[in-house]
């Protein structure tokens, strides 16, 4: 059985750093695409980042460029997202998701198959 685990979320000053992780169990992260999406109250869900399994391609949203980065361990059952420099804006939980079988990513929610529970993460100005 697949299970996803986030922890790492809290309460952060603006100008903070968090680190998420999220653990899978149930399968190993090589041959996936795993992805942080977030959700503010009142707004949709939206990519953060994504990364593959198999090659390490990455993807970042332009409002986390540069601060945030996506990372897994050599382990390959965790994936990690950095998030430094956090603003306000940045409050929101946080969702790890992947998908199992495939060589890309996508920032799309839809393709994702499994999910964590989320992580609130909020920063106070």
């Known amino acids: 059985q697949v299970h996803l685990v986030e922890s790492g979320g809290g309460l952060v000053q603006s100008g903070g750093s968090l680190t998420l992780s999220c653990a899978a169990s149930?399968?190993?992260?090589?041959?996936?695409?795993t992805a942080w999406f977030r959700q503010a109250p009142g707004k949709e869900r939206e990519a953060v980042s994504c990364?593959?399994?198999?090659?390490?391609?990455?993807y970042y949203a332009d409002s986390v460029k540069g601060r945030f980065t996506i990372s897994r361990d050599n382990a390959k059952t965790t994936v990690y997202l950095q998030m430094n420099s956090l603003k306000p804006d940045d409050t929101a939980v946080y969702y790890c998701?992947?998908?199992?079988?495939?060589?890309?990513?996508?920032?799309?929610?839809?393709?994702?198959?499994?999910w964590g529970q989320g992580t609130q993460v909020t920063v106070s100005s």
């Open positions: 998701a992947a998908r199992w079988g495939v060589i890309t990513h996508t920032p799309v929610p839809s393709f994702y198959d499994y």
């Open positions: 149930g399968f190993t992260l090589d041959y996936d695409a």
């Open positions: 990364i593959s399994g198999s090659d390490g391609s990455t």
